[in-house]
């Protein structure tokens, strides 16, 4: 049994990289080959025809003082080529805060380019794809939180991440998946209404249930809901006909038959890092319930023998950004390119992300 990953992302060519002596290129080629490893997928042939936009993207960061920030669900070329840093949006979220450098590239889907933005407001922050949005995202409107917060007023509104800075400009705490147990828990009253993911929402109802009601909404990641419990079940079943000891590591964003089916739950880092450590003590039979780049960082991170079981799902929004959209954005980046946010919103919506780092730090 071995994992279905989808093939390397294709160049569209729309951009030209400078010109590099074949040695360099080789140089470089071999470098992303190593980091990569998966030399099946991330040929020597494919890493050469990449080569030329990772030097070249690396030269115009120096020059232009960037930061260059991935969430775990971009491509290897982008993780091992380019980023500065990579990890879950919890941890993006405070380098973004803390950067030194005068501008943040933030190759990720809107809503992390827009965190980046309210955490550091006066610097420029770049996101090369305006157009990779994110269903959960999408799927609530500042005023619809508004119409929540009249129907139960005096109740704390808690937003997952995945919003606009409209949304976390309205409400009192944001989350993300590495710690929305731990503050919800410890807000203030018996009662909280949680926006917008049904699934999380659900899981807070059934971690909370006796100390705190929790009133959910109906919005859904378009990725993690396409796994159920029923198919884990089956997958599970196949492994230990096959003597497989199987070890199934789901993303909170998935429904509550999936968690239930599930050894292990956390954030797209903590999923890395807990499978990394099952491998180094041999239990190195993985089923990752969530994105495929999860599965990519494995593979390239681990030492140890790995065994990706069944299937992952690509994100269409996270995997909308090429090497040449960085390059673009970098030599000259569009009008739509970079994020504006009203001050007002950067203001109210930066008090519920200090919300977040104060609570998820106690
Ligand atoms: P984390 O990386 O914070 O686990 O979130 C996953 C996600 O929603 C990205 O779309
Ligand atoms: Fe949004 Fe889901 Fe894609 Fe994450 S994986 S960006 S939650 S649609």
């Keep these: 049994m071995s994992m279905d990953l989808p093939a390397a992302p ?76 990579v990890s879950d949006s919890y941890s993006l979220s405070k380098s973004a805060r803390d950067a030194e450098q005068k501008i943040i590239l933030f190759s990720s889907v809107r809503f992390m380019a827009e965190t980046a933005k309210i955490l550091s407001p006066n610097k420029l922050v770049i996101h090369p794809s305006p157009e990779a949005g994110c269903s959960l995202s999408e799927s609530i409107t500042a005023r619809d939180v508004r119409e929540l917060k009249k129907k139960y007023p005096g109740v704390p509104v808690a937003c997952y991440i995945n919003t606009t800075a409209e949304v976390k400009a309205e409400v009192d705490v944001c989350v993300t998946s590495s710690n929305y147990l731990k503050i919800c828990e410890n807000l203030p009253g018996d009662k909280l209404i949680f926006v917008p993911d049904r699934f999380m929402g659900e899981h807070l109802q059934k971690s909370l249930a006796g100390k705190k009601d929790v009133v959910i909404y109906d919005g859904v990641c378009e990725v993690h809901a396409l796994f159920t419990g ?22 909170p964003e998935c429904s509550a038959d999936v968690l239930e089916e599930s050894d292990f739950i956390g954030s797209s880092e ?17 089923m990752l319930i969530t ?72």
Excluded at 270 to 286: A, F, P, Q, T, W
Excluded at 304 to 333: A, F, W, Y
Excluded at 340 to 348: G, N, P, Y
Aim: hydrophobic share 35%; aromatic share 6%.
């Design 230 to 251: 029923e198919k884990i079940l089956s997958w599970r079943e196949r492994a230990n006909e096959a003597g497989i000891d199987l070890q199934v590591l789901s993303h």
């Design 10 to 85: 294709k160049s569209h060519g729309k951009v030209i990289p400078k010109l590099y002596p074949e040695d360099k290129i080789l140089e470089e080629a071999e470098r992303l080959i190593n980091a990569i490893k998966q030399p099946e997928r991330w040929t020597i042939e494919h890493c050469k025809t990449i080569a030329a936009y990772t030097l070249e993207i690396n030269e115009l960061k120096k020059q232009k003082d960037v930061y260059l920030i991935a969430h775990s669900y971009q491509t290897p070329d982008i993780i091992y080529g380019v980023a500065d840093e």
């Design 291 to 362: 994105e495929c780049g999860t599965a990519d960082r494995v593979l390239a991170e681990t030492n140890d023998e790995m065994n990706i079981i069944g299937t992952c799902v690509m994100c269409r929004h996270m995997k909308t950004t090429l090497l040449e959209d960085i390059l673009q954005s970098l030599r000259e980046p569009r009008d739509d390119q970079i994020i504006r946010l009203d001050q007002e919103v950067i203001e109210k919506a930066k008090f519920s992300l200090e919300e977040m780092f104060r609570y998820a730090e106690i």
């Design 270 to 286: 903590v999923l890395i890092k807990e499978s990394i450590r099952l491998g180094s003590e041999g239990k190195n039979n993985i």
